[in-house]
């Protein structure tokens, strides 16, 4: 994910794989992310989720997809 592309109100997906008691157990969890408020300068995106707002820096938000993965 490049900074260019990230513009306040997008609709972006954070995708993880979350493991159980055993690691071959784990499933893909997808998860939406609202995007805010874009501060280039310090290269950090002001996004909510879950009703929480927070600023998120550059090694998390670059690992956002702006498709959602299908199933």
Do not use: C, Q
Request: aromatic share 12%; hydrophobic share 35%.
């Amino acid at each position: 994910m490049v900074l260019k592309k990230l513009k306040a109100g997008m609709t972006v997906y954070r995708v993880e794989k979350t493991t159980g008691l055993h690691r071959f157990n784990g499933k893909w969890n997808t998860w939406t992310i609202y995007i805010v408020e874009v501060d280039a300068e310090n290269e950090r995106v002001l996004a909510t989720s879950n009703g929480r707002t927070e600023w998120v820096s550059k090694h998390i938000w670059s690992r956002w997809r702006l498709k959602r993965p299908t199933d």
